[in-house]
T-cell receptor, first 108, second 113 residues
Framework: QQPVQSPQAVILREGEDAVINCSSS?????VHWYRQKHGEAPVFLMI?????EQKGHDKISASFNEKKQQSSLYLTASQLSYSGTYFC?????????FGKGTSLLVTP | EAQVTQNPRYLITVTGKKLTVTCSQN?????MSWYRQDPGLGLRQIYY???????DKGDVPEGYKVSRKEKRNFPLILESPSPNQTSLYFC????????????FGPGTRLTVL
């Protein structure tokens, strides 16, 4: 039931862009995105609800295609602070299933 | 300060010795849940609770118990811990149903010898 994330890992230079994908085999009501720094708890980034809307703040945005059961997280002009592991989460009833994560490293 | 607290933060125990990890939130949230995090497996939901006295199994409930007698507390109980329950555990809460921000606690690192 875990959504599938890709890629598993990505290394960027500061200023480059990245896309992280999340797909599910089940119909989606919403998709959550979280970032976790090493040794810390996951921190909320955004939620996208059914309706295909695209959301974002600062240089991080996301899209949600409910027909394809997919979501993508876009990181633009990456900063060193973007490094961490990104998780998508999908709802199934009242349960929340997270993907295995995408490790992102931004280098100077 | 609005927060989710967990105790203990670190615990080393032996196989079979019952333990409880406490979780408390001061935000009057309805939804609470427990996750375990293992390398390469991401976050997996153990149990969740939609409100007081309402709990349900997540993806990996075997070997765990929970209770929700008060809105603010959601303890995780391991009746007979085994080494395969060695993991990093997170408690989280959200204001209402799931389509809402999950606030995570700081985590509890458990080692079962």
């Amino acid at each position: 039931q875990q959504p599938v994330q890709s890629p598993q890992a990505v290394i960027l230079r500061e200023g480059e862009d990245a896309v992280i994908n999340c797909s599910s085999s089940k119909a989606l009501y919403s998709v959550h995105w979280y970032r976790q720094k090493h040794g810390e708890a996951p921190v909320f980034l955004m939620i996208l609800l059914k309706g295909g809307e695209q959301k974002g703040h600062d240089k991080i945005s996301a899209s949600f295609n409910e027909k394809k059961q997919q979501s993508s997280l876009y990181l633009t002009a990456s900063q060193l602070s973007y490094s961490g592991t990104y998780f998508c989460g999908t709802e199934s009833g009242y349960a929340l299933n997270f993907g295995k994560g995408t490790s992102l490293l931004v280098t100077p | 300060e609005a927060q989710v607290t967990q105790n203990p933060r670190y615990l080393i125990t032996v196989t079979g010795k019952k333990l409880t990890v406490t979780c408390s939130q001061n935000m009057n949230h309805e939804y609470m849940s427990w996750y375990r995090q293992d390398p390469g497996l991401g976050l997996r939901q153990i149990y969740y609770s939609m409100n007081v006295e309402v709990t349900d199994k997540g993806d990996v409930p075997e070997g765990y118990k929970v209770s929700r007698k008060e809105k603010r507390n959601f303890p995780l109980i391991l009746e007979s811990p085994s080494p395969n329950q060695t993991s990093l555990y997170f408690c989280a809460s959200s204001p209402t149903r799931l389509a809402d921000t999950q606030y995570f606690g700081p985590g509890t690192r458990l080692t079962v010898l």
